[in-house]
């Protein structure tokens, strides 16, 4: 069993900036393909960013290409989304989240895919 814990959120001016860390428990946090999602009020949990258990692949939507950088350190069993430029539209509620690849296959921007979430955590940007 493997237990996410999201921090870091807030609320933020448009133009701001805010690392959210997840913190994950286990022995294996290394082989997990990690990725952060979010859900907006009324909205669809969409996809963010993931990243491989290497960290020599990186996947973003593009609406956070060149803004959000995610990141992993699997001594400390944590993983980072660093969001620059915030703009009001990131407003949601953000989770991360843990996939267990199968036989080095794995979907990043799949929610369906992922095995284990985190609770969530709020960033508001206000404009």
């Known amino acids: 069993q493997v237990q996410l814990v999201e921090s870091g959120g807030g609320l933020v001016q448009a133009g701001g900036s805010l690392r959210l860390s997840c913190a994950a428990s286990g022995r294996t946090f290394s082989s997990y393909v990690m990725g952060w999602f979010r859900q907006a009020p009324g909205k669809e949990r969409e996809f963010v960013a993931a990243i491989s258990w290497s960290e020599s692949s990186t996947y973003y939507t593009d609406s956070v290409k060149g803004r959000f950088t995610i990141s992993r350190d699997n001594a400390k069993n944590t993983m980072y989304l660093q969001m620059n430029s915030l703009k009001p539209e990131d407003t949601a509620v953000y989770y991360c989240?843990?996939?267990?690849?199968?036989?080095?296959?794995?979907?990043?921007?799949?929610?369906?895919?992922?095995?284990?979430w985190g609770q969530g955590t709020q960033v508001t940007v206000s404009s």
């Open positions: 989240a843990a996939e267990i690849p199968v036989e080095n296959h794995y979907s990043p921007s799949l929610a369906y895919e992922y095995d284990y």
